[in-house]
C-alpha cells in the first residue's frame, strides 16, 4: 500500500533542463515512478538520449528542443504535452546555471541573465502549466533551487541572489496557486555531475576537499533527489510552500575554489 502511494502512473511531467545532470536524474526517476516525462533542452543530442534512455527502460516520454527562458518556446512545449498527452500533473523547473565571477566583474548584462536563467524561466513555465493545472484540479511544482540561496559564495553574487528568489518565487506561488497546486523547492547542495567533475578536475584533490568540507562526507546522487520529486508530485502530498534541503547537511559554502580577497 505504501509504495502504491508513490506510483505516478497515468500523470505527465515536464522537466526542464533534462538532458543531463540533475534534470536527467529526476526525469529517469519520474519515468521510473510511472510518469510520462516531457523533457526539455537546448541541445537536441542530450535530451534525445535522455527520453531514449527512459524509453529503453520501459517507460514514456518525449524530447522537445526548447529554451526555458523563452515564452514561445515554453508556450510550445505545453501545447505540444497537452496535444500528445491531455494533461500536465507534474512541472519541474530544473533550467539554472551560472558562471564565477567576482562581485566587481559581474556586468548587468551577467547579472540579469542569471536571473532570467534561474528565476524567470520558472515564472514563464509555471504560468503557462497553472491554468490546465486548475483545469484538472491539482498540479505540483517543484523548482529546483541551491544552498548558496541560504549562504553567500565568493563569485556567485548574481546565482545566490537569484536562487534566492526562486525560493521567493517559490513561496509567493505556493500561497497564491493553493489548494488546487502546491509549489516547493529543493534546494541542492553538491550533486556528483558531469558537470561538477569537469570543474573538480582542474583541481586535483578537490573533489576529497568539498567531501570533507560536507557533514556527510559524500557528493549527492540525483537518483535519490529524484526519489524526493517522486514524493513531492504524489496527490498525497501535505507539503506546499515549502524548501527542502538536499545538502549533505552544509550550513555554508563547501567549494573548494579559492577565491582571493580584495
Request: hydrophobic share 40%.
Amino acid at each position: 500500500m505504501a509504495m502504491e502511494q508513490f506510483s505516478l502512473d497515468g500523470q505527465v511531467a515536464i522537466v526542464t533542463g533534462a538532458g543531463k545532470g540533475v534534470g536527467q536524474g529526476i526525469a529517469r526517476v519520474l519515468a521510473e515512478a510511472g510518469a510520462t516525462v516531457v523533457g526539455t533542452a537546448r541541445t537536441e543530442s542530450a535530451i534525445a538520449k535522455t527520453i531514449s534512455d527512459i524509453e529503453v527502460a520501459g517507460g514514456k516520454g518525449l524530447a522537445l528542443v526548447a529554451d526555458a527562458m523563452s515564452r514561445p518556446d515554453g508556450e510550445r512545449v505545453v501545447e505540444t504535452a497537452m496535444e500528445y498527452f491531455g494533461r500536465i500533473d507534474i512541472l519541474v523547473n530544473n533550467v539554472g546555471g551560472a558562471t564565477y565571477s567576482r562581485f566587481l566583474d559581474i556586468t548587468d548584462d551577467d547579472f540579469r541573465r542569471t536571473f532570467d536563467w534561474c528565476v524567470t524561466s520558472a515564472f514563464i513555465m509555471s504560468q503557462l502549466v497553472a491554468p490546465h493545472m486548475f483545469n484538472a484540479g491539482h498540479g505540483s511544482i517543484i523548482n529546483i533551487s541551491s544552498g548558496s540561496a541560504r549562504f553567500g559564495i565568493r563569485a556567485l553574487t548574481a546565482y545566490c541572489t537569484a536562487k534566492g528568489g526562486l525560493e521567493a518565487l517559490t513561496r509567493a506561488m505556493a500561497q497564491e496557486l493553493a489548494p488546487k497546486i502546491r509549489v516547493n523547492a529543493i534546494a541542492l547542495g553538491s550533486f556528483a555531475t558531469d558537470g561538477l567533475q569537469q570543474s573538480l578536475d582542474l583541481m586535483p584533490g578537490s573533489l576529497e576537499q568539498m567531501k570533507e568540507n560536507t557533514p556527510l562526507h559524500r557528493l549527492g546522487d540525483v537518483e535519490d533527489l529524484g526519489r524526493l520529486t517522486v514524493y513531492l508530485s504524489t496527490r498525497d502530498c501535505y507539503a506546499t510552500n515549502a524548501i527542502f534541503h538536499v545538502d549533505g547537511g552544509i550550513e555554508s559554502n563547501n567549494s573548494p575554489l579559492p577565491i582571493p580577497d580584495y
